[in-house]
């Protein structure tokens, strides 16, 4: 009788689609095509019960039950082994034991000195401000009086990025020294400027435990009127030893920088010796006829400090190049 293959039909289809399913989603999906009310196979064949003659109705109507019932028996074996399956699984998670904590980073002991740096210029009445790391000869040289053959614009001790006959403004490069940010923030504002700009500088020098080909530099600026070099040791004599202790020994060395006169090297003692760790001085009239400031109105100081220095000091580090080696057992030591 076809009506019968039709069932056994049915049976095997669902049997294998229930095989077949491996999660309680797709039980669900066999059960709504075989076994559901109102669209499913099981619909259909219930029709052909109804078609069959008075006497094969008997017969008919026994196999339609028997594959109802197998195949809903076998959908909630399934069923239940899934849930019983799911459970023991969940069973092996404990609660109670220890969770594994994911690696904590620590934040850069460069990082933490510029934070440091700020917050305690901040203290003695400091803004802060930013200066851009691709910086044109104006910024870098001009205004800050360094002349056209000055060795400093050499360019083997920079990193020119581009010439003249590529830029309409003229070669551009990575800076060299923060003191571009002095050029930037007074060509901006008038005075009274009370500033610091902390940044990345850059400059191809040889790789030693004391220097880097990228470094950061801490650059500060006072202008007003009657500020005066003893204000400036003053500062930063105080500086040094907030940050480093009050035991640090500082010491002013006569020196030269072409945007500063009279211009010192400020060094540090470094065990039995002495470590340049930045330059200052009285900022040269030269520079403020620049961004247009009256040099007999107005007087300042300027200073630059090398902040890997100071960090290496802080945190006893004998060599820069650590820093930057980006080895996580140095670097987890700051954690
Ligand atoms: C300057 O860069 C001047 N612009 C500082 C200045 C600012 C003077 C304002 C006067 C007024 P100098 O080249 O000496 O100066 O660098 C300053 C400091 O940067 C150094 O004392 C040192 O601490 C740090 N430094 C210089 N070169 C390196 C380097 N290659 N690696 C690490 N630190 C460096």
Redesign the pocket.
């Known amino acids: 009788m076809d009506i019968l293959n039709a069932f056994r039909e049915y049976q095997e289809a669902a049997t294998a689609a229930i095989e077949g399913a491996s999660t309680a989603e797709e039980l669900e999906q066999v059960r709504i095509e075989f076994l559901g009310q109102k669209k499913g196979k099981l619909r259909e064949l219930q029709g052909l019960v109804g078609k069959a003659s008075k006497e094969e109705k008997p017969l008919v109507g026994k196999a339609f039950n028997e594959a109802r019932t197998n195949v809903t028996a076998r959908l909630e074996q399934r069923i239940s082994g899934l849930s019983q399956h799911s459970q023991s699984s969940t069973s092996d998670f404990d609660p109670t034991l220890p969770g594994q904590l994911p690696p904590l980073g620590a934040i850069h002991p460069v990082t933490r000195t510029i934070a440091n740096f700020r917050e305690l210029m901040g203290r003695f009445g400091f803004r802060v401000v930013e200066g851009p790391e691709i910086e044109d000869e104006r910024h870098n040289f001009d205004a800050l009086n360094i002349p056209e053959d000055h060795p400093a614009r050499d360019p083997l001790d920079n990193f020119y990025i581009a010439t003249a006959a590529k830029t309409a403004g003229g070669p551009i490069l990575l800076r060299?020294?923060?003191?571009t940010v002095?050029i930037r923030t007074m060509e901006a504002a008038k005075p009274p400027v009370r500033i610091v700009s902390l940044g990345r500088?850059y400059?191809p020098?040889t790789m030693d435990a004391?220097?880097?080909?990228m470094?950061h530099?801490m650059?500060g600026l006072m202008v007003d009127t009657n500020v005066t070099m003893a204000q400036l040791k003053t500062l930063l004599s105080l500086f040094a030893r907030s940050f480093l202790g009050p035991d640090v020994e500082i010491r002013f060395r006569p020196s030269f920088?072409p945007?500063?006169e009279p211009?010192v090297?400020?060094d540090m003692k470094w065990g039995d010796s002495w470590m340049?760790?930045?330059?200052?001085?009285m900022v040269d009239p030269n520079v403020f006829r620049a961004v247009g400031y009256d040099p007999d109105k107005v007087s300042g100081f300027?200073?630059?400090?090398?902040i890997?220095?100071f960090c290496m000091k802080h945190y006893e580090v004998d060599d820069?190049r650590r820093f930057y080696e980006n080895d996580v057992r140095f670097l987890k030591q700051f954690a």
């Open positions: 060299s020294q923060t003191s002095q500088v400059r020098d004391t220097h880097s080909c470094f530099q650059e920088f945007f500063t211009s090297e400020v340049e760790v930045g330059g200052a001085g300027a200073f630059g400090l090398g890997e220095r820069i």
